[in-house]
């Protein structure tokens, strides 16, 4: 049995009358950018996230990139990160001219850790980055009083968390001052090829963004910023407003697929799993062990393809800017790098592609 982390078209085929009418309509109405479906995307998008606005850009890096922008926050000022992010989140810090500091998670939930936060900041921190990692909430009742008291925005990196809740199912983008958005095809609500959002209760926050995502446009020929153009286009819009009527179903099923890993997996050799949280929107499922590479590579030989998420964290990457830390500098994060392991995990898996993996993960460690 081959059990694929991704498979495209398996998401794309049951979708397919659907989504090629909407590319049709899409061909035939003459408002390729910026176009309607696109604002009725957003629209959509904004009240599944439960905020008032959401707008379109051409990735979840950008999200990113452009909200740190619009807040114009102090030139050096510094902005804290969780140290075992994707790079992505590091890299649009750093290209806002602003300092990152890398902090270290917390072991159970490998999730931003609101003491570390505490700890980290200072009168020269200008934003809070947390990051719902892997799909799983960060600690925003702790975290939203704790920036609030510092006077500073949460920015939420919410790419990886579509679908992610607290207790009271409020959903991730919709705690800090913006949460961004990624719809990379891989993503829980993904496009055929790059996309990004960022969500807000803020009017005056989405009307910069409105103008950084089109060149620095304020109106049809008059420029006010040097900016990018990065807008989410109208045909991935149609695409994503067809999914999202199944995004719901589709975390559900994630996490379905979860608790099949969590009941199999529990106990067997040194695994950690994934902190049991029902509010976890499972984009990825990380377990952890110290037999890591022996693991991937069985798993591998039966059929089972495998992720790291991420096996070099930003500060041990050989970057044209040195971001201060050395190895050893972040001992946890450093370790969770040797460690982690990605199962599959996406809506489209079968019970028995899941049951297929536990048994080659229990045959690994058995045999
Ligand atoms: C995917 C991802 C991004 C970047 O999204 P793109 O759409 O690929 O640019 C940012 N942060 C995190 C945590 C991600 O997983």
């Known amino acids: 049995m081959i059990v694929p982390s991704k498979d495209y078209a398996r998401q794309h085929r049951p979708l397919l009358a659907e ?6 309509a899409v061909l035939l109405a003459d408002d390729p950018i910026l176009g309607a479906a696109l604002a009725s995307f ?60 890398l902090v270290e998670p917390a072991r159970d939930s490998m999730n931003l850790d609101v003491a570390a936060v505490g700890a980290a900041l200072s009168a020269r921190t200008v934003a809070v980055l947390p990051v719902h990692l892997y799909g799983l909430l960060c600690p925003m009742a702790e975290l939203t009083p704790l920036a609030a008291r510092a006077g500073v925005p949460l920015v939420e990196d919410a790419a990886q968390a579509h679908g992610a809740v607290d207790v009271a199912g409020r959903r991730a983008g919709s705690f800090g001052i ?10 829980n609500l993904g496009a055929c090829g790059d996309g990004g959002a960022v969500t807000t209760d803020d009017a005056s926050l989405l009307a910069e963004l409105a103008v950084l995502r089109n060149l620095g446009k304020t109106s049809k020929y008059a420029f006010g910023r040097v900016a990018e153009n990065s807008k989410l286009d109208t045909l991935q819009a149609a695409l994503l407003r067809v999914k999202l009527r199944h995004l719901d179903a589709w975390v559900a099923r994630r996490r379905e697929l979860a608790r099949i890993y969590d009941a199999r997996l529990r106990g067997v050799g040194d695994l950690t799993l994934p902190l049991a949280d029902p509010g976890h929107a499972h984009h990825l499922y990380v377990v952890r062990t110290r037999a890591r590479d022996r693991l991937r590579a069985h798993l591998a030989r039966r059929g089972v393809s495998t992720g790291l998420h991420y096996p070099i964290p930003p500060h041990l990457q050989e970057l044209d ?20 392991l990605s199962l599959p995990m996406s809506h489209e898996l079968t019970f028995a592609e899941i049951e297929h993996v536990c048994d080659q993960v229990v045959e690994a460690f058995d045999g």
Not at 19 to 24: R, S, T
Not at 321 to 340: N, S
Request: glycine share 10%.
């Open 19 to 24: 989504l090629l009418a909407e590319v049709e």
């Open 42 to 101: 957003e629209a959509d998008f904004a009240t599944w996230v439960g905020v008032r606005h959401a707008i379109g850009v051409n990735s979840g890096t950008d999200a990113l990139v452009l909200t740190l922008r619009a807040l114009r926050l102090p030139v050096s000022g510094e902005v804290i990160v969780p140290a075992n992010t994707f790079f992505a989140t590091v890299a649009a810090v750093l290209k806002n001219g602003l300092v990152p500091v």
């Open 178 to 187: 913006a949460g961004c958005f990624s719809f990379h095809p891989s993503k």
């Open 321 to 340: 800017v040195d971001l201060g830390y050395r190895r050893g500098g972040l001992p946890l994060t450093e370790e969770l790098a040797d460690t982690v």
